[in-house]
């Protein structure tokens, strides 16, 4: 069975500032081994609750970002959750 990526569809490029960005917000195409070697160093460097707040903040923020976006457009709470699911699953996040 064949399964279609439908976050393709939305994707738009701007060659000219080397942005990607889905429904217009900016995303950044990164490999998991990238991540996970920060996370890694941040641990040797700040320790492992440190390092686990950089990343819950981190996640937090763009998270919220984009939440507030979509609250702005009209979406509600229950369809953002949904969405944003849905939407890390496709951009390779997993399930």
Avoid: C
């Avoid at 060659?15 to 995303?27: D, H, M, P, T």
């Avoid at 507030?68 to 979406?75: H, P, S, T």
């Avoid at 953002?80 to 699953?89: D, K, T």
């Amino acid at each position: 069975m064949k399964e279609d990526n439908i976050l393709l569809a939305d994707i738009s490029y701007k060659g000219s500032i080397g942005a990607l960005n889905y429904k217009g917000i900016r995303y950044l195409i990164v490999r998991p081994e990238t991540v996970v070697e920060i996370q890694k160093s941040l641990t040797e460097e700040l320790g492992g609750a440190r390092a686990g707040e950089v990343f819950y903040r981190s996640g937090y923020r763009g998270t919220s970002l984009t939440a507030k976006r979509l609250l702005d457009e009209g979406a509600s709470r229950k369809d953002i959750m949904r969405s944003m699911f849905h939407m890390g699953a496709n951009l390779g996040w997993g399930k």
